[in-house]
Protein backbone atom coordinates (compact mmCIF):
# COMPACT_ATOMS: atom_id res chain seq x y z
CA UNK A 1 0.00 0.00 0.00
CA UNK A 2 1.78 3.01 -0.92
CA UNK A 3 1.95 5.47 1.78
CA UNK A 4 1.54 9.50 1.01
CA UNK A 5 3.41 12.37 3.30
CA UNK A 6 0.72 12.78 6.44
CA UNK A 7 -1.62 15.65 4.95
CA UNK A 8 -2.19 13.87 2.15
CA UNK A 9 -3.43 10.72 3.45
CA UNK A 10 -5.46 12.55 5.93
CA UNK A 11 -7.35 14.52 3.40
CA UNK A 12 -7.73 11.34 1.45
CA UNK A 13 -9.26 9.55 4.50
CA UNK A 14 -11.40 12.73 5.44
CA UNK A 15 -12.75 12.81 1.94
CA UNK A 16 -13.34 8.64 2.21
CA UNK A 17 -15.70 9.05 5.04
CA UNK A 18 -18.18 11.02 2.81
CA UNK A 19 -21.36 9.51 1.83
CA UNK A 20 -20.83 7.85 -1.30
CA UNK A 21 -17.06 7.97 -1.63
CA UNK A 22 -15.07 5.31 -1.83
CA UNK A 23 -11.01 5.17 -1.39
CA UNK A 24 -10.48 5.58 -4.78
CA UNK A 25 -12.76 8.26 -5.42
CA UNK A 26 -10.98 9.87 -2.16
CA UNK A 27 -7.55 9.51 -3.41
CA UNK A 28 -9.22 11.37 -7.06
CA UNK A 29 -10.39 14.24 -5.39
CA UNK A 30 -7.78 14.44 -3.19
CA UNK A 31 -4.93 14.83 -5.74
CA UNK A 32 -8.23 17.06 -7.88
CA UNK A 33 -7.32 19.73 -4.53
CA UNK A 34 -3.71 19.22 -4.75
CA UNK A 35 -3.71 20.34 -8.51
CA UNK A 36 -5.84 22.85 -8.74
CA UNK A 37 -5.10 26.59 -7.87
CA UNK A 38 -4.00 27.21 -3.49
CA UNK A 39 -7.78 29.93 -4.37
CA UNK A 40 -10.28 26.86 -5.40
CA UNK A 41 -9.27 24.91 -2.61
CA UNK A 42 -9.39 27.62 -0.09
CA UNK A 43 -12.68 28.50 -1.21
CA UNK A 44 -13.60 25.20 0.09
CA UNK A 45 -12.66 25.22 3.19
CA UNK A 46 -13.91 28.52 4.11
CA UNK A 47 -17.14 27.10 3.14
CA UNK A 48 -17.25 23.92 5.09
CA UNK A 49 -16.05 26.66 7.72
CA UNK A 50 -18.89 28.81 7.21
CA UNK A 51 -21.68 25.67 7.11
CA UNK A 52 -20.68 24.53 10.56
CA UNK A 53 -19.89 28.12 11.95
CA UNK A 54 -23.18 29.69 10.66
CA UNK A 55 -25.52 27.67 10.33
CA UNK A 56 -27.63 25.95 12.80
CA UNK A 57 -31.43 25.00 13.25
CA UNK A 58 -34.34 27.33 13.22
CA UNK A 59 -35.74 27.26 16.53
CA UNK A 60 -39.28 27.04 15.78
CA UNK A 61 -39.27 24.75 12.52
CA UNK A 62 -35.87 23.42 12.88
CA UNK A 63 -35.25 24.11 9.39
CA UNK A 64 -31.47 25.23 8.87
CA UNK A 65 -30.77 28.51 9.51
CA UNK A 66 -28.55 31.16 9.41
CA UNK A 67 -30.01 33.31 12.51
CA UNK A 68 -32.13 32.49 15.32
CA UNK A 69 -35.05 31.76 13.08
CA UNK A 70 -34.83 30.17 9.60
CA UNK A 71 -35.68 32.74 6.47
CA UNK A 72 -38.98 31.27 5.79
CA UNK A 73 -40.29 31.68 9.68
CA UNK A 74 -38.35 35.66 9.47
CA UNK A 75 -41.18 36.15 6.37
CA UNK A 76 -43.96 38.42 7.58
CA UNK A 77 -45.67 37.49 4.35
CA UNK A 78 -46.26 34.04 5.25
CA UNK A 79 -49.65 32.98 6.73
CA UNK A 80 -49.47 31.53 10.35
CA UNK A 81 -52.37 29.58 10.73
CA UNK A 82 -51.05 26.85 8.29
CA UNK A 83 -48.13 24.26 8.77
CA UNK A 84 -46.65 21.95 6.50
CA UNK A 85 -45.27 18.71 8.53
CA UNK A 86 -41.82 17.29 6.26
CA UNK A 87 -39.23 14.84 7.21
CA UNK A 88 -35.90 17.25 6.15
CA UNK A 89 -35.03 20.46 5.77
CA UNK A 90 -34.60 19.31 1.52
CA UNK A 91 -38.02 18.55 1.64
CA UNK A 92 -39.24 22.35 2.34
CA UNK A 93 -37.13 23.16 -1.02
CA UNK A 94 -39.15 20.59 -3.03
CA UNK A 95 -42.47 21.80 -1.72
CA UNK A 96 -41.12 25.93 -2.02
CA UNK A 97 -40.38 25.14 -5.51
CA UNK A 98 -43.97 24.42 -6.50
CA UNK A 99 -45.06 27.76 -4.90
CA UNK A 100 -48.12 26.42 -3.85
CA UNK A 101 -47.88 26.59 -0.59
CA UNK A 102 -47.45 30.41 1.82
CA UNK A 103 -47.34 29.54 5.21
CA UNK A 104 -44.97 27.68 7.44
CA UNK A 105 -43.24 24.63 7.81
CA UNK A 106 -42.04 21.91 10.35
CA UNK A 107 -39.30 19.71 10.07
CA UNK A 108 -39.34 16.47 12.11
CA UNK A 109 -35.78 15.75 11.62
CA UNK A 110 -36.71 11.93 10.08
CA UNK A 111 -39.63 9.73 10.28
CA UNK A 112 -41.06 6.60 12.83
CA UNK A 113 -38.55 3.72 11.85
CA UNK A 114 -39.47 1.13 14.97
CA UNK A 115 -37.17 -1.43 13.00
CA UNK A 116 -34.06 1.19 13.11
CA UNK A 117 -35.28 1.64 16.65
CA UNK A 118 -36.80 5.54 15.64
CA UNK A 119 -39.74 6.34 17.67
CA UNK A 120 -41.75 9.21 18.15
CA UNK A 121 -39.19 10.81 21.41
CA UNK A 122 -36.25 10.58 18.50
CA UNK A 123 -38.38 12.88 16.88
CA UNK A 124 -39.65 16.96 17.31
CA UNK A 125 -43.21 16.18 17.55
CA UNK A 126 -43.31 17.51 21.35
CA UNK A 127 -42.16 20.80 19.41
CA UNK A 128 -44.69 20.91 16.79
CA UNK A 129 -47.48 20.41 19.45
CA UNK A 130 -46.23 23.22 21.52
CA UNK A 131 -46.39 25.56 18.29
CA UNK A 132 -50.24 24.26 17.91
CA UNK A 133 -51.10 26.93 20.90
CA UNK A 134 -48.69 29.41 20.07
CA UNK A 135 -48.90 29.95 16.97
CA UNK A 136 -53.15 29.43 16.66
CA UNK A 137 -52.29 26.68 13.71
CA UNK A 138 -56.05 25.44 12.26
CA UNK A 139 -54.47 22.94 9.58
CA UNK A 140 -51.46 21.25 9.20
CA UNK A 141 -50.83 19.15 5.94
CA UNK A 142 -48.82 15.71 6.55
CA UNK A 143 -46.22 16.11 3.94
CA UNK A 144 -43.70 13.30 4.84
CA UNK A 145 -42.43 10.68 2.19
CA UNK A 146 -45.24 8.10 0.52
CA UNK A 147 -43.12 5.41 1.85
CA UNK A 148 -43.92 2.73 5.02
CA UNK A 149 -42.08 4.69 7.43
CA UNK A 150 -43.53 8.35 6.03
CA UNK A 151 -46.81 6.79 6.66
CA UNK A 152 -46.45 5.27 9.36
CA UNK A 153 -45.38 8.59 10.66
CA UNK A 154 -48.24 10.77 9.42
CA UNK A 155 -50.90 8.00 10.65
CA UNK A 156 -49.13 8.36 14.18
CA UNK A 157 -49.69 12.42 13.89
CA UNK A 158 -53.10 12.08 12.71
CA UNK A 159 -54.00 9.87 15.77
CA UNK A 160 -52.55 12.01 17.72
CA UNK A 161 -53.27 15.45 16.49
CA UNK A 162 -57.14 14.80 15.28
CA UNK A 163 -58.62 14.95 18.56
CA UNK A 164 -57.11 18.58 19.35
CA UNK A 165 -59.77 19.87 17.06
CA UNK A 166 -57.62 21.08 14.32
CA UNK A 167 -57.52 20.28 10.39
CA UNK A 168 -54.84 17.54 9.43
CA UNK A 169 -54.58 16.48 6.12
CA UNK A 170 -52.27 14.22 3.94
CA UNK A 171 -50.73 15.37 0.44
CA UNK A 172 -52.57 13.38 -2.14
CA UNK A 173 -51.10 10.10 -3.12
CA UNK A 174 -51.23 9.24 -7.45
CA UNK A 175 -49.60 9.26 -10.73
CA UNK A 176 -46.64 10.96 -11.68
CA UNK A 177 -47.24 13.91 -14.45
CA UNK A 178 -45.74 12.08 -17.93
CA UNK A 179 -46.25 8.39 -16.06
CA UNK A 180 -47.73 5.64 -18.03
CA UNK A 181 -50.71 3.75 -16.48
CA UNK A 182 -49.19 0.26 -17.78
CA UNK A 183 -46.31 0.70 -15.55
CA UNK A 184 -48.42 1.86 -12.38
CA UNK A 185 -48.15 -0.08 -9.12
CA UNK A 186 -51.05 -1.39 -7.72
CA UNK A 187 -51.23 0.66 -4.61
CA UNK A 188 -50.30 4.26 -6.14
CA UNK A 189 -52.96 3.56 -9.02
CA UNK A 190 -55.29 2.19 -6.44
CA UNK A 191 -54.61 5.56 -4.33
CA UNK A 192 -55.11 7.61 -7.19
CA UNK A 193 -58.47 6.12 -8.26
CA UNK A 194 -59.86 6.38 -4.66
CA UNK A 195 -58.24 9.91 -4.70
CA UNK A 196 -59.89 10.97 -8.06
CA UNK A 197 -62.00 14.42 -8.35
CA UNK A 198 -64.95 16.11 -10.49
CA UNK A 199 -63.06 17.97 -13.15
CA UNK A 200 -63.17 21.31 -12.70
CA UNK A 201 -64.67 23.02 -16.30
CA UNK A 202 -62.96 26.78 -15.57
CA UNK B 1 -23.94 -14.97 -12.48
CA UNK B 2 -27.35 -15.72 -13.94
CA UNK B 3 -30.89 -14.50 -13.49
CA UNK B 4 -33.44 -15.56 -11.42
CA UNK B 5 -37.22 -15.68 -10.68
CA UNK B 6 -38.82 -15.85 -7.10
CA UNK B 7 -41.40 -14.75 -5.04
CA UNK B 8 -40.43 -12.99 -1.42
CA UNK B 9 -41.59 -10.43 0.98
CA UNK B 10 -39.29 -7.57 1.16
CA UNK B 11 -38.34 -7.40 4.65
CA UNK B 12 -36.30 -3.65 4.96
CA UNK B 13 -34.61 -1.30 2.34
CA UNK B 14 -31.73 0.69 3.12
CA UNK B 15 -30.73 3.88 0.98
CA UNK B 16 -27.96 3.77 -1.80
CA UNK B 17 -26.10 6.59 -3.27
CA UNK B 18 -28.68 8.95 -5.41
CA UNK B 19 -31.63 7.23 -5.83
CA UNK B 20 -31.32 3.45 -5.38
CA UNK B 21 -32.14 1.31 -2.25
CA UNK B 22 -30.63 -2.23 -1.58
CA UNK B 23 -33.69 -4.52 -1.03
CA UNK B 24 -33.97 -7.37 2.06
CA UNK B 25 -36.19 -10.00 0.74
CA UNK B 26 -37.43 -13.23 2.11
CA UNK B 27 -37.22 -15.55 -1.26
CA UNK B 28 -39.11 -18.72 -1.44
CA UNK B 29 -36.24 -20.52 -3.05
CA UNK B 30 -33.30 -18.17 -2.27
CA UNK B 31 -33.60 -17.84 1.77
CA UNK B 32 -33.19 -14.15 2.47
CA UNK B 33 -31.54 -12.10 -0.79
CA UNK B 34 -30.37 -8.30 -0.64
CA UNK B 35 -30.34 -6.82 -4.02
CA UNK B 36 -29.98 -3.42 -5.25
CA UNK B 37 -32.88 -1.87 -6.88
CA UNK B 38 -32.30 1.70 -8.97
CA UNK B 39 -33.59 4.28 -9.20
CA UNK B 40 -36.17 3.46 -6.67
CA UNK B 41 -36.47 6.74 -5.14
CA UNK B 42 -36.96 8.25 -8.44
CA UNK B 43 -40.61 9.75 -8.63
CA UNK B 44 -41.13 7.80 -11.88
CA UNK B 45 -39.30 4.62 -11.02
CA UNK B 46 -40.62 1.59 -12.30
CA UNK B 47 -40.50 -0.10 -8.84
CA UNK B 48 -42.71 2.44 -7.41
CA UNK B 49 -44.18 1.14 -4.14
CA UNK B 50 -43.68 -2.03 -4.88
CA UNK B 51 -40.34 -2.26 -2.75
CA UNK B 52 -41.53 -1.14 0.19
CA UNK B 53 -41.36 -3.18 3.45
CA UNK B 54 -44.22 -5.77 4.05
CA UNK B 55 -44.66 -5.94 -0.07
CA UNK B 56 -44.97 -9.68 -1.26
CA UNK B 57 -43.41 -9.83 -4.80
CA UNK B 58 -42.44 -11.99 -7.74
CA UNK B 59 -39.39 -10.74 -9.10
CA UNK B 60 -36.69 -10.97 -11.60
CA UNK B 61 -33.47 -10.57 -10.07
CA UNK B 62 -29.68 -10.89 -11.20
CA UNK B 63 -27.25 -12.60 -9.30
CA UNK B 64 -23.75 -11.22 -9.84
CA UNK B 65 -20.82 -12.39 -8.41
CA UNK B 66 -20.81 -9.86 -5.45
CA UNK B 67 -22.71 -10.14 -2.15
CA UNK B 68 -25.22 -7.84 -3.86
CA UNK B 69 -27.93 -9.08 -6.43
CA UNK B 70 -29.95 -6.65 -8.65
CA UNK B 71 -33.86 -6.46 -9.01
CA UNK B 72 -34.60 -6.10 -12.82
CA UNK B 73 -38.52 -6.86 -12.24
CA UNK B 74 -41.13 -6.60 -9.86
CA UNK B 75 -44.61 -7.39 -9.68
CA UNK B 76 -46.73 -7.05 -6.85
CA UNK B 77 -48.73 -10.43 -5.47
CA UNK B 78 -50.11 -8.68 -2.38
CA UNK B 79 -49.08 -5.20 -0.37
CA UNK B 80 -51.76 -5.99 2.75
CA UNK B 81 -52.50 -2.53 2.38
CA UNK B 82 -54.95 -3.41 5.36
CA UNK B 83 -51.72 -4.00 7.63
CA UNK B 84 -50.07 -0.53 6.08
CA UNK B 85 -52.45 1.47 6.56
CA UNK B 86 -53.09 0.92 10.26
CA UNK B 87 -50.63 1.99 12.67
CA UNK B 88 -51.21 -0.76 15.09
CA UNK B 89 -50.79 -3.48 12.09
CA UNK B 90 -47.64 -1.59 10.57
CA UNK B 91 -46.02 -2.26 14.26
CA UNK B 92 -47.18 -6.20 14.23
CA UNK B 93 -45.99 -6.78 10.23
CA UNK B 94 -42.77 -4.69 11.75
CA UNK B 95 -41.71 -6.73 14.33
CA UNK B 96 -42.72 -10.33 12.19
CA UNK B 97 -39.76 -8.50 9.58
CA UNK B 98 -37.59 -7.54 12.09
CA UNK B 99 -37.62 -11.08 13.16
CA UNK B 100 -37.44 -13.06 9.71
CA UNK B 101 -34.86 -10.81 9.10
CA UNK B 102 -32.52 -11.95 11.68
CA UNK B 103 -33.65 -15.75 11.50
CA UNK B 104 -33.23 -15.87 7.60
CA UNK B 105 -29.69 -17.12 5.85
CA UNK B 106 -28.63 -15.71 2.44
CA UNK B 107 -28.24 -18.46 0.24
CA UNK B 108 -30.08 -21.16 2.37
CA UNK B 109 -33.64 -21.69 1.07
CA UNK B 110 -36.41 -21.65 3.97
CA UNK B 111 -39.57 -22.06 2.37
CA UNK B 112 -41.52 -22.88 6.17
CA UNK B 113 -40.49 -19.69 6.95
CA UNK B 114 -41.45 -18.11 3.77
CA UNK B 115 -44.74 -19.54 3.92
CA UNK B 116 -45.19 -18.68 7.31
CA UNK B 117 -44.40 -15.11 6.95
CA UNK B 118 -47.15 -14.67 3.83
CA UNK B 119 -49.53 -16.70 6.05
CA UNK B 120 -48.95 -14.20 8.88
CA UNK B 121 -49.22 -11.20 6.59
CA UNK B 122 -52.43 -12.44 4.82
CA UNK B 123 -54.08 -13.20 8.62
CA UNK B 124 -52.87 -9.54 9.76
CA UNK B 125 -54.45 -8.39 6.72
CA UNK B 126 -58.08 -10.06 7.30
CA UNK B 127 -58.05 -9.12 10.92
CA UNK B 128 -56.38 -6.69 13.31
CA UNK B 129 -55.78 -9.91 15.93
CA UNK B 130 -53.25 -9.09 18.87
CA UNK B 131 -52.37 -12.75 18.55
CA UNK B 132 -50.71 -13.08 14.99
CA UNK B 133 -47.32 -11.50 15.94
CA UNK B 134 -46.91 -13.60 19.18
CA UNK B 135 -48.54 -16.74 17.45
CA UNK B 136 -45.67 -16.24 14.46
CA UNK B 137 -42.79 -15.63 17.32
CA UNK B 138 -43.89 -18.78 19.19
CA UNK B 139 -43.88 -20.91 15.70
CA UNK B 140 -40.69 -19.46 14.31
CA UNK B 141 -39.09 -21.04 17.47
CA UNK B 142 -40.66 -24.30 16.74
CA UNK B 143 -39.06 -24.15 13.46
CA UNK B 144 -35.89 -23.31 14.62
CA UNK B 145 -36.03 -26.09 16.77
CA UNK B 146 -36.02 -24.30 20.06
CA UNK B 147 -39.61 -24.72 20.80
CA UNK B 148 -40.49 -23.84 24.09
CA UNK B 149 -41.80 -27.08 25.89
CA UNK B 150 -45.37 -26.34 27.58
CA UNK B 151 -46.58 -30.20 28.73
CA UNK B 152 -45.18 -30.26 31.23
CA UNK B 153 -41.86 -28.84 33.50
CA UNK B 154 -39.62 -29.21 31.79
CA UNK B 155 -37.35 -29.59 34.80
CA UNK B 156 -38.90 -32.21 36.82
CA UNK B 157 -41.61 -32.86 34.57
CA UNK B 158 -44.64 -32.06 36.68
CA UNK B 159 -47.59 -32.12 34.44
CA UNK B 160 -50.57 -30.51 37.05
CA UNK B 161 -51.46 -27.33 35.32
CA UNK B 162 -52.78 -25.22 38.11
CA UNK B 163 -48.64 -26.18 39.51
CA UNK B 164 -46.82 -24.77 36.01
CA UNK B 165 -46.86 -21.14 36.90
CA UNK B 166 -43.21 -19.87 35.33
CA UNK B 167 -41.83 -19.35 31.61
CA UNK B 168 -37.96 -19.38 31.05
CA UNK B 169 -36.88 -20.27 27.52
CA UNK B 170 -33.45 -20.90 28.89
CA UNK B 171 -34.62 -23.38 30.57
CA UNK B 172 -36.94 -24.65 27.51
CA UNK B 173 -40.23 -24.24 28.07
CA UNK B 174 -43.13 -24.21 31.57
CA UNK B 175 -41.40 -24.59 35.09
CA UNK B 176 -43.73 -25.74 37.76
CA UNK B 177 -43.88 -24.10 41.70
CA UNK B 178 -41.11 -26.04 43.30
CA UNK B 179 -38.51 -25.53 39.98
CA UNK B 180 -39.60 -22.25 39.19
CA UNK B 181 -37.83 -19.61 37.02
CA UNK B 182 -37.57 -16.74 34.90
CA UNK B 183 -41.28 -14.95 34.40
CA UNK B 184 -44.39 -15.74 36.02
CA UNK B 185 -47.05 -17.01 33.41
CA UNK B 186 -50.95 -17.45 34.10
CA UNK B 187 -52.21 -20.71 33.35
CA UNK B 188 -54.78 -18.70 30.97
CA UNK B 189 -51.55 -18.13 28.82
CA UNK B 190 -50.39 -21.41 28.84
CA UNK B 191 -53.74 -22.64 27.37
CA UNK B 192 -53.33 -19.81 25.09
CA UNK B 193 -49.58 -20.81 24.09
CA UNK B 194 -50.62 -25.03 23.89
CA UNK B 195 -53.45 -23.97 21.69
CA UNK B 196 -51.59 -21.19 19.26
CA UNK B 197 -48.59 -24.29 18.79
CA UNK B 198 -51.16 -27.43 18.82
CA UNK B 199 -53.24 -26.68 16.31
CA UNK B 200 -55.80 -24.11 17.44
CA UNK B 201 -54.08 -21.22 16.16
CA UNK B 202 -57.62 -20.14 13.82
CA UNK B 203 -59.46 -19.80 17.62
CA UNK B 204 -56.27 -18.05 19.32
CA UNK B 205 -56.14 -15.47 16.08
CA UNK B 206 -59.63 -14.76 17.33
CA UNK B 207 -59.47 -13.66 20.91
CA UNK B 208 -60.24 -10.09 21.23
CA UNK B 209 -57.13 -7.70 22.30
CA UNK B 210 -56.63 -8.18 26.43
CA UNK B 211 -54.61 -8.59 29.15
CA UNK B 212 -54.32 -12.24 28.96
CA UNK B 213 -52.97 -11.39 25.18
CA UNK B 214 -50.56 -8.83 26.26
CA UNK B 215 -49.43 -11.42 28.71
CA UNK B 216 -48.24 -14.15 25.96
CA UNK B 217 -46.72 -11.27 23.39
CA UNK B 218 -44.89 -10.19 26.46
CA UNK B 219 -43.53 -13.88 26.69
CA UNK B 220 -43.41 -14.61 23.10
CA UNK B 221 -41.26 -11.27 22.72
CA UNK B 222 -39.05 -12.40 25.84
CA UNK B 223 -38.45 -15.77 24.16
CA UNK B 224 -37.43 -14.62 20.86
CA UNK B 225 -35.31 -12.03 22.11
CA UNK B 226 -33.23 -14.67 23.96
CA UNK B 227 -33.71 -16.55 20.91
CA UNK B 228 -31.75 -14.33 18.62
CA UNK B 229 -29.83 -13.18 21.68
CA UNK B 230 -30.57 -9.39 20.50
CA UNK B 231 -33.80 -6.53 21.71
CA UNK B 232 -36.25 -6.97 18.99
CA UNK B 233 -36.51 -2.81 18.35
CA UNK B 234 -39.69 -2.55 16.65
CA UNK B 235 -41.42 -4.16 19.76
CA UNK B 236 -39.38 -1.79 22.17
CA UNK B 237 -39.39 1.07 20.85
CA UNK B 238 -43.01 1.38 21.56
CA UNK B 239 -43.60 3.75 18.93
CA UNK B 240 -46.78 1.94 16.92
CA UNK B 241 -48.45 0.14 19.92
Known amino acids: ?58 ERCFDVAEDTYCVICNDDRRQTGTICVVEEA ?34 RIKELLARLEEEDVQELILCTNPNLEGEATAMYLARLLQPLGLSVTRIASGLPVGGDLEYADDLTLARALEGRREIGNA | MSLFRDRGVVLRTMRLGEADRIVTLLTESHGKVRAVAKGVRRTKSKFGSRLEPLSHVALLGWQGRGDLDIVNQVEVIDTFRAVREDLDRIGAGLSMLEVVDQVAQEQHANPALYRMLVGALGALAQANSPMVSPAFFLKVLVLEGTAPYLDGCVSCGEEDEALLVAFDLLEGGVLC ?65
Open chain 1, 1 to 58: MPLYPGPLQDLIDEMGRLPGIGPKSAQRITFHLLKSPAEDAMRLAQAIVAVKERISLC
Open chain 2, 177 to 241: RSCRRGRPLSPEALVLMRRTLGGGLAGVLGEPRSPLTDEVMTVATEAMEIHLDRRLRSVRSGTLA
Open chain 1, 90 to 123: KDIVSVERTGQFSGRYHVLQGSLNPIEGVGPEQL
